[in-house]
């Protein structure tokens, strides 16, 4: 096969900004020289040649929390790993790390395997997070097993006891010693359960449990509660503790405070908790913004974007979780409506056309939130989040001048709709290269099944 020359890139990565030619030889960035460079094997006839023509040049980006094929209260995710893959790679995403339900039996091995079965179909590369619910000495020695898997991460939950997904407290001392022990990074999603149960009861006491109740169920005081109390546990343990979806103000205060006192805290967020507010929970359709944490409201939006620009985020990835219209619609009451929304197709542009073109952070520092920090925290640098010669020839091509309304017509999640109907970006992923491999621009080129499951390393911050 011949190599590819991509000609006249402004190439971001973790380097900076810079002008230059990239050539791709099979799967792999096989070299990067000054523009022009190239020319006499190019006339030689050595390459196929796209001309970028001042285009950006991206490593591919990566959605670090995706729920792709779900299985939840009864039903499944609209966007399975082939579905969920063609939307990230239209998005210009070319690697996902999605979650794996904890086994009821503690076998990691085989709850590793199963989702690699389910995600057998995607076109482009993923990892995974393992959800942990529970802890004692089978799965305290099973942990390490993540390790040889290849995994880099757990999820745990401080909320959901109801559904059995709650890590008891009494347990997180000695598995974060365990995690310390293998080098694996405990991940939280922060909400104080104790807290929610009791306003739970007090709202559907007198039935207010709209989706504009949402909020006041699950509000950013639990949030904030329970990033404290698991950071503080992290702290004595002396291990890192990533927040997933941090959602509030509030809890990002909590995030703080505990980084003032020397606790080593990442935090995530997402782009529904920058751009959209609880105004959308009163609207006809408020269950298709509905998730969990539940939006806050704009002055969260502004903290949360000062904490962008304030470099306070490591990563914003998507938590896409993508039920369709009929799934979302089929209760009103916000204690039944499935949680999630679509998000990864939409997850570039919306960055860049609020994030970079409002002046709120540097094209290099959103190619560090949607690809080298999630690359590296996840253990997956540098062969993805990149562009060494030698790694993965995983690219995105942005086009900072293509002017799109996002509908659901022209997005791809079987979703069929995204809380982002009728939101005008300018700056748009035009193609996208997974190992090479053009597979998507405007189209899809990419053969089912093309993607793969990339190995981690230990996480950067271990
Ligand atoms: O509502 C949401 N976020 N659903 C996905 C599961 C989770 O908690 O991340
Ligand atoms: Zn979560
Ligand atoms: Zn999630």
Same mark, same amino acid.
């Not at 190439?11 to 973790?14: E, P, R």
């Not at 504009?212 to 699950?218: A, E, K, Q």
């Given at each position: 096969?011949?190599?590819?020359?991509?000609?006249? $890139?402004k190439?971001?990565?973790?380097k900076?900004i810079?002008?230059?030619?990239?050539?791709? =030889?099979?799967?792999?960035i096989a $070299?990067e020289?000054?523009?022009?460079f190239f @020319?006499?094997d190019?006339?030689?006839g050595?390459?196929?040649?796209?001309?970028?023509?001042?285009?950006?040049?991206?490593p591919?980006?990566?959605?670090?929390?995706?729920?792709?094929?779900l299985?939840?209260?009864? /039903?499944?995710t609209?966007?399975d790993?082939?579905?969920?893959?063609?939307?990230?790679a239209?998005g210009g995403?070319?690697?996902?790390? !999605?979650?794996?339900?904890?086994p009821e039996d503690g076998n990691f091995?085989?709850?590793?395997?199963?989702?690699?079965?389910?995600?057998?179909?995607?076109?482009?590369? &993923?990892?995974?997070?393992?959800?942990v619910?529970?802890f004692?000495?089978?799965?305290? =020695?099973?942990?390490?097993?993540l390790?040889? %898997?290849?995994?880099?991460s757990?999820?745990?939950? /401080?909320? &959901?006891?109801?559904v059995?997904?709650?890590?008891?407290?009494?347990?997180?001392?000695?598995?974060?010693k365990?995690?310390?022990?293998i080098?694996i990074?405990?991940?939280?999603?922060a =909400?104080?359960? !104790?807290?929610?149960?009791?306003?739970?009861?007090?709202?559907?006491?007198?039935?207010?449990?709209?989706p #504009?109740?949402? +909020?006041?169920?699950?509000p950013? $005081?639990?949030e904030?509660l $329970?990033?404290?109390d698991m950071?503080?546990?992290?702290?004595k343990?002396d291990?890192?503790?990533y927040?997933?979806?941090?959602s509030s103000?509030?809890?990002?205060e909590?995030? #703080?405070?505990l #980084?003032?006192v020397?606790?080593?805290?990442?935090?995530? /967020?997402?782009p529904?908790?920058l751009?959209?507010?609880?105004?959308?929970?009163?609207r006809?359709?408020?269950?298709?913004?509905?998730?969990t944490?539940?939006?806050?409201n704009?002055?969260d939006?502004?903290?949360?974007?000062?904490?962008?620009?304030?470099?306070?985020?490591?990563v914003?990835?998507?938590?896409?979780?993508a039920?369709n219209?009929?799934q979302?619609?089929?209760?009103?009451?916000?204690? @039944?409506i499935? +949680?999630?929304?679509?998000?990864?197709?939409t997850?570039?542009?919306?960055?860049?056309?609020?994030g970079v073109?409002?002046?709120r952070?540097?094209?290099?520092e959103?190619v560090e939130?949607?690809?080298?920090?999630?690359?590296?925290?996840?253990?997956?640098y540098?062969?993805?989040?990149?562009?060494?010669?030698?790694?993965?020839?995983?690219?995105?091509?942005?086009? +900072?001048?293509? =002017?799109?309304?996002?509908?659901?017509?022209?997005?791809?999640?079987?979703a @069929?709709y995204?809380?982002?109907?009728?939101?005008?970006?300018?700056?748009y992923?035009?193609?996208?290269? #997974?190992?090479?491999?053009?597979?998507?621009?405007n189209? %899809?080129?990419a @053969?089912?099944?093309s993607?793969?499951?990339?190995?981690?390393?230990?996480s950067? %911050?271990?």
């Open positions: 096969m011949k190599k590819i020359l991509l000609k006249n $890139a190439v971001v990565d973790d900076g810079r002008k230059s030619d990239l050539v791709i =030889e099979g799967e792999k $070299a020289e000054k523009r022009g @020319e006499e190019e006339q030689k050595e390459f196929k040649v796209i001309d970028l023509a001042g285009k950006y040049l991206f591919g980006i990566i959605d670090a929390h995706t729920h792709y094929s299985h939840s209260r009864g /039903t499944v609209a966007d790993f082939y579905q969920g893959s063609i939307a990230a239209a995403v070319t690697t996902v790390i !999605d979650y794996i339900d904890f091995k085989k709850s590793v395997a199963e989702r690699k079965k389910e995600a057998q179909d995607s076109i482009i590369d &993923y990892n995974f997070h393992q959800v619910q529970e004692n000495s089978k799965i305290s =020695e099973n942990l390490a097993d390790k040889e %898997l290849g995994l880099a757990i999820k745990l939950f /401080t909320t &959901y006891k109801d059995g997904y709650m890590i008891e407290r009494d347990k997180w001392s000695e598995l974060f365990r995690l310390k022990e080098e990074l405990p991940q939280v999603h =909400e104080d359960d !104790d807290l929610i149960q009791d306003l739970k009861a007090a709202y559907s006491k007198r039935n207010l449990i709209e #504009r109740y949402h +909020p006041s169920i699950r950013a $005081a639990a904030a $329970a990033v404290k950071g503080e546990e992290a702290l343990a291990i890192p503790l927040i997933v979806h941090l103000a509030e809890g990002l909590a995030v #703080r405070e #980084r003032a020397k606790a080593q805290i990442y935090a995530e /967020t997402t529904h908790y751009m959209l507010d609880n105004s959308y929970l009163t006809e359709n408020a269950q298709l913004f509905l998730m944490p539940p939006l806050r704009k002055y939006n502004q903290i949360l974007w000062e904490g962008i620009s304030q470099s306070e985020f490591q914003v990835a998507t938590d896409h979780c039920f219209k009929e979302k619609m089929q209760s009103d009451s916000s204690l @039944e499935l +949680p999630g929304i679509p998000g990864t197709e997850l570039l542009s919306l960055i860049y056309s609020s073109r409002n002046n952070i540097t094209i290099r959103m939130l949607l690809s080298i920090n999630p690359a590296k925290i996840f253990g997956l540098p062969e993805k989040g990149s562009l060494e010669p030698g790694t993965d020839a995983d690219l995105t091509v942005f086009d +900072p001048n293509v =002017e799109k309304k996002l509908t659901a017509e022209n997005l791809h999640s079987a @069929e995204s809380p982002y109907q009728d939101f005008t970006v300018k700056g992923p035009v193609m996208t290269f #997974r190992r090479g491999e053009l597979i998507f621009d189209k %899809l080129r @053969e089912k099944g993607g793969r499951f990339i190995f981690a390393h230990s950067s %911050l271990l």
